[in-house]
């Protein structure tokens, strides 16, 4: 047979974050070669940080994703506080975790039920899925504005939130201005513990892989802006040891990084990762509904993450409520941060996977150097190998059908395309 050369549909793969392109090479009959390409322009935030002050760190890094702000706002946060020698006090931590929850809810809302399921019943959007599945669709977008109306209550706005600050928040929000929010949480609380169900008979590939799973873990709740990183490998770190044991290369189809494991290879980071290290952490109601439908201690298929992201939804919600129902507004709602020359690392768990954080200071608080390790950017790899998995036996299938095995098993990851661009050495050789 002779060689094809399949790539994605034109313009990229469909409903991810930012533009990247699915190539795969066939050669008598095996498949040769799988490239995730992300061909998206660097971005650069790691060298546009240094000689800005820590203390803009929020803000900035903010800008990196428009879902998951959060999530490296916090991650942020933490590597300076931990520069420092600051430790914030619970009932700031508490607030974010809540600021948190409002991201993990819009954000796996947004991928369960408008990128992911669609692909699972066969419709090219959300809203041809809509003609049969009104309810769901509706349900979703009550969902997705929850979790928007909390970041809007506590940071201030939904989409790069603008109240958090190093050492806290710059206001607390009133007990008075959660109450509408925990009435919505409550309003679709019974819809989020459905869902787990209704995505659990989605018909999905049946497939198992063997994952090297890699997650932050906290003893006694599902780690989510905290933890060590903890791995089906048996590591336990602190976040100075991440780039000990994690190693970034650069791949020459890719202004994104590929990360391995030193002496594991590639793994995966994300909510298969956290259910299988942390599974027996979630909510009593989401433990209960993902065991109701079916899922094992340890789920391997990577299309069925869309059913431990409803379960983290639901946990989410329930976290929320009980946050606010406990809510104290810290007073103050931050803590003094005095700059000092040293470097200090953080990270929490993004909807995506494990979000790492490091940053030289200068005595004054300028940044010296930085570096950020998404999740996508870990996962890109191990990606790969899942098309790689997902098309192996069935290379006579008509390029279409190929192409669409590709781009559905991308989707299921939900990679952040844009984030994953983090760096690249340019090597330019004029002639």
């Known amino acids: ?31 040769e070669d799988v490239q995730l390409r992300i061909f998206e322009p660097p971005r650069l ?15 900035l890094t903010a800008r990196i994703c428009g879902i998951c702000p959060v999530a490296y706002q916090l991650s942020a946060c933490a590597a300076v506080e931990d520069a420092c020698g600051v430790e914030v006090p619970a009932p700031v931590r508490d607030l974010r975790r809540l600021l948190y929850c409002g991201e993990w809810i819009e954000s796996h809302a947004l991928h369960v039920f408008f990128l992911q399921a669609p692909d699972a019943l066969g419709y090219e959007s959300a809203f041809s899925m809509a003609a049969r599945h009104g309810d769901v669709v509706r349900g979703a977008l009550q969902l997705k504005q929850a979790g928007n109306a909390l970041l809007r209550a506590v940071g201030g706005r939904e989409i790069h939130p603008v109240n958090v600050r190093v050492g806290g928040f710059y206001r607390a929000p009133s007990q008075a201005e959660l109450a509408p929010v925990a009435e ?6 019974d ?32 780690a989510i802006e905290g933890g060590r990183m903890t791995t089906t ?3 336990d770190l602190g976040p100075h040891a991440f780039d000990g044991h994690v190693v970034e290369e650069q791949v020459p189809h890719s202004t994104a990084l590929h990360a391995r494991l030193r002496g594991a290879g590639r793994y995966l980071t994300g909510p298969l990762a956290r259910y299988a290290l942390s599974g027996d952490r979630l909510s009593p ?48 709602p931050a803590v003094a941060v005095a700059p000092r ?41 191990r990606i790969e190998d899942s098309v790689r998995a997902r ?12 192409r669409d095995r590709c781009e559905q098993t991308v989707r299921t990851f939900d990679p952040c395309i844009s984030c994953a661009t983090h760096f690249l050495r340019l090597e330019l050789d004029r002639r």
């Open 391 to 402: 098309v192996e036996g069935c290379a006579d299938l008509g390029d279409e059908a190929l």
């Open 184 to 189: 919505q949480l409550h309003a679709v609380r």
């Open 45 to 59: 935030f790691e060298a546009f940080l240094r000689g800005r002050h820590c203390g803009e760190l929020p803000d």
């Open 285 to 332: 109601a989401a433990r209960g509904a993902a065991r109701d439908a079916g899922l094992p201690a340890v789920v391997r298929n990577p299309f069925r993450a869309i059913v431990v992201r409803c379960a983290e939804i639901l946990h989410a919600v329930d976290e929320a409520l009980a946050l606010i129902a406990a809510y104290d507004p810290p007073d103050p």
């Open 233 to 235: 490998t048996a590591l």
């Open 1 to 31: 047979m002779a060689e094809r050369i399949i790539v994605s549909h034109p313009g990229g793969i469909a409903r991810v974050e930012g533009e990247g392109e699915v190539r795969l090479r066939i050669s008598g009959g095996r498949v």
């Open 341 to 381: 020359a040293a470097t200090g690392a953080g990270w929490t768990e993004a909807p995506r996977g494990l979000l790492w954080h490091r940053y030289e200071l200068a005595a004054d608080g300028t940044i010296r150097d930085a570096r950020i390790v998404p999740p996508t950017a870990q996962n890109l790899a």
């Open 191 to 222: 819809f989020a513990r459905r869902m787990i169900a209704w995505t659990a008979a989605l018909p999905l590939p049946d497939i198992e892989e063997d994952f090297t799973f890699v997650a932050l873990q906290e003893p006694d709740r599902y």
